[in-house]
Structures are given as structure tokens and as C-alpha cells.
């Protein structure tokens, strides 16, 4: 899809947007400056997703504090006016744009128009971001590992899916003695062969 072809509206973006009780505004006001781009709106994961030539390019996520326009390549884009940002620490891909009001969506329309193009233009490239080559787990974790074959062995046995967020979960621990303890409050889920959240 390329700039100035007409803009596909779904209505059920369209019900997302008259029913949302935060951000309404703000969501509306970015919604047209997106289509304005001309890209199909559909709702996926239950948020209005923007997309070129069936490529998700944005989506919005409407947050506590503040109304995301999420990037899925954002750490592909250039972002000349620096206004992209991690949504945590291990973010690899997405980068956000953060709205608090409708009067920020109009100053900022420009250059999401022109992130929103840049990422078009990501996507015809065919360009991905670079994945984790390995996985660097917590201290606490590897020594726990060392001393204890049998939680190694089921550890090893998880999908690199649930490893990761077994360690993204000690890793947001800030003093060792804590990691220490969410290592022994998931060795049963471990051992069982369950993921974190099951």
C-alpha cells in the first residue's frame, strides 16, 4: 500500500473508539491522522492495528497514563524528533509514541505521518530487527542450575518461550536475595513443566 490510496475504516475499530471511556479524544484525533496515511484499520488483539499490504504497521493502546501508538518496528525507524520509546528494558522491537492530549496529537501529527511512511517503507524493504542471539540468564538462576541436575534438566526441557519469562520474572528482581526467593517459588512450576503463567 502506498500513500494516497483511500483509507479502509473498520467498524469495529469505529465501536473500539465511540465506546472507549479513556483517552477518547486523543484516540479519535490519532485515528484520523492514521488514516490520513492511508492504511487498513482492523482490530487485532482487541486494539485498533494499522497496517500496509497486510503488514502491521502501528497500533493503538490505550494505557493508564497515557494513549500509545505502538510501532511494531519502531527500532528500525529513524525517529529524527526522538520521540519513540522502549515499553521496558527488554524490548527489542516495538517502540512507542505516549499521547496525554488531544492538543500533543496535533503537534505531533507531522512526524507520525512520517514514522508512519518510514515504517511503509521498513516493510517494503522487507527489513526485520535482529533477534537475541542467546539468552543471558540471572546469576541466582545459573547457580541454582549448577547445584540441582534434576530442576536443570526440566529447565532445559522448556520451550525458550517460558525461559525467557521464567527470567525476565528473577531478572526484575533489584537485589540478589529476591531473585534467590522467585527461584525457589517456581521450582515447583518449573519441575512440572509449566510455563510462568500457567
Same mark, same amino acid.
Given at each position: 500500500?502506498?500513500?494516497?490510496?483511500?483509507?479502509k475504516v473498520?467498524? /469495529?475499530?469505529?465501536a473500539?473508539?465511540?465506546?472507549?471511556?479513556?483517552?477518547? #479524544?486523543?484516540? /479519535?484525533r =490519532?485515528?484520523?491522522?492514521?488514516?490520513?496515511?492511508?492504511?487498513?484499520?482492523?482490530l487485532?488483539?482487541?486494539?485498533?492495528?494499522?497496517?500496509?499490504?497486510?503488514?502491521?504497521?502501528?497500533?493503538?493502546? #490505550?494505557?493508564?497514563?497515557f494513549?500509545?501508538l505502538?510501532?511494531f518496528?519502531?527500532?528500525?525507524?529513524?525517529?529524527?524528533?526522538?520521540?519513540?520509546?522502549k515499553?521496558?528494558?527488554?524490548?527489542?522491537?516495538? =517502540?512507542?509514541?505516549?499521547f496525554?492530549? +488531544?492538543?500533543?496529537?496535533?503537534?505531533?501529527e507531522?512526524?507520525?505521518?512520517?514514522?508512519?511512511?518510514?515504517?511503509?517503507? +521498513?516493510?517494503?524493504?522487507?527489513?526485520?530487527? #535482529?533477534?537475541?542471539?542467546?539468552?543471558?540468564?540471572?546469576?541466582?538462576? +545459573?547457580?541454582?542450575?549448577?547445584?540441582d541436575?534434576?530442576?536443570?534438566?526440566?529447565?532445559?526441557?522448556?520451550?525458550?518461550?517460558?525461559?525467557?519469562?521464567?527470567?525476565l520474572?528473577?531478572?526484575?528482581?533489584?537485589?540478589?536475595?529476591?531473585?534467590?526467593?522467585r527461584?525457589?517459588? +517456581?521450582?515447583?512450576?518449573?519441575?512440572?513443566?509449566?510455563?510462568?503463567r500457567?
Amino acid at each position: 500500500m502506498t500513500m494516497g490510496e483511500p483509507a479502509k475504516v473498520d467498524p /469495529k475499530s469505529s465501536a473500539f473508539f465511540d465506546r472507549a471511556k479513556r483517552w477518547h #479524544p486523543e484516540g /479519535k484525533r =490519532l485515528r484520523r491522522v492514521l488514516l490520513e496515511c492511508n492504511l487498513t484499520e482492523e482490530l487485532k488483539w482487541g486494539k485498533p492495528c494499522y497496517t500496509a499490504q497486510g503488514k502491521n504497521i502501528a497500533i493503538i493502546q #490505550p494505557m493508564k497514563d497515557f494513549l500509545a501508538l505502538m510501532f511494531f518496528k519502531g527500532a528500525l525507524l529513524k525517529d529524527s524528533k526522538g520521540v519513540l520509546q522502549k515499553q521496558g528494558e527488554n524490548t527489542q522491537s516495538a =517502540l512507542r509514541v505516549q499521547f496525554t492530549s +488531544v492538543e500533543q496529537v496535533a503537534r505531533l501529527e507531522r512526524t507520525v505521518k512520517a514514522l508512519v511512511r518510514e515504517a511503509i517503507d +521498513v516493510e517494503k524493504a522487507g527489513l526485520a530487527v #535482529p533477534k537475541r542471539k542467546t539468552l543471558i540468564y540471572v546469576d541466582e538462576l +545459573v547457580e541454582r542450575l549448577a547445584r540441582d541436575p534434576v530442576l536443570k534438566k526440566a529447565f532445559e526441557g522448556l520451550t525458550p518461550g517460558r525461559r525467557r519469562e521464567y527470567n525476565l520474572y528473577f531478572s526484575a528482581a533489584k537485589q540478589a536475595k529476591t531473585r534467590e526467593a522467585r527461584v525457589d517459588k +517456581v521450582t515447583p512450576k518449573i519441575l512440572a513443566g509449566k510455563g510462568f503463567r500457567e
